[in-house]
């Protein structure tokens, strides 16, 4: 079954304003990353997210992690034209699985 | 640049073709990864190699043949494919296989005619 699911599946924002996406998972985790892909090429890696932290920043973006509800945030501010793409959060299956399992992601249309 | 590379980037086949994908990744990893991405489906793994030995084969049909002949280099043999096979294949690298950071090529389109 699928571990990361996103909410929104597609967001559509005026530049300037915040963007936040959810992600929600079914198992315990190590961690849990938030990558970013533009149309029809790979994945980037933006910010990983261990189980005893509780929020992380780096630049614009702003990543929570409640692992009590099994749900992280991910939040871009002054978002950017340049911010369009695919956002997708991938977890671990904790201790039982060494891979990771990637959601069905977010598109994010930041219009100029 | 990600530090992995694929090719080719795009490749159209008939059904009854042999293709071959390649990654190479410059990072210096031990562990590497086949992704498939079609249409409107979450991100599914086909394949990990670690330290060169395969560690993990998702259900994949044999029509799809991995190879890892050193821990810098992948390939994805592709023979008898099926139209629903096409997508976007993405290969990734991470230091050692598991949980941590992954790095993506920026994939080979294949369309099955």
């Known amino acids: 079954s699928q571990q990361g699911e996103e909410d929104p599946q597609a967001l559509s924002i005026q530049e300037g304003e915040n963007a936040t996406m959810n992600c929600s998972y079914k198992?315990?985790?190590?961690?849990l990353q938030w990558y970013r892909q533009n149309s029809g090429r790979g994945l980037v890696h933006l910010i990983l997210?261990?189980?005893?932290?509780r929020e992380k920043h780096s630049g614009r973006l702003r990543v929570t992690l409640d692992t009590s509800k099994k749900s992280s945030s991910l939040l871009i501010t002054a978002s950017r034209a340049a911010d369009t793409a695919s956002y997708f959060c991938?977890?671990?299956?904790?201790?039982?699985?060494?891979?990771?399992?990637f959601g069905s992601g977010t598109r994010l249309l930041v219009r100029p | 640049e990600t530090g992995v590379t694929q090719t080719p980037r795009h490749l159209v086949m008939g059904m009854t073709n042999k293709k071959s994908l390649k990654c190479e990744q410059h990072?210096?990893?031990?562990?590497m990864y086949w992704y498939k991405q079609s249409a409107k489906k979450p991100l599914e793994l086909m394949f990990v190699?670690?330290?060169?030995?395969?560690?993990e084969n998702n259900s994949v049909p044999s029509r799809f043949s991995p190879e890892c002949p050193n821990s810098s280099h992948l390939f994805l043999h592709l023979h008898t494919l099926q139209p629903e096979d096409s997508a976007l294949y993405l290969c990734?690298?991470?230091?050692?296989?598991?949980?941590?950071?992954?790095?993506f090529g920026p994939g080979t389109r294949l369309l099955v005619l």
């Open positions: 990734a690298s991470s230091q050692e296989e598991g949980r941590e950071t992954q790095y």
């Open positions: 198992t315990s985790i190590n961690n």
């Open positions: 997210i261990r189980s005893n932290e």
């Open positions: 991938a977890t671990d299956g904790g201790d039982s699985s060494y891979k990771l399992i």
């Open positions: 990072l210096g990893h031990n562990a």
């Open positions: 190699y670690n330290f060169k030995e395969q560690t």
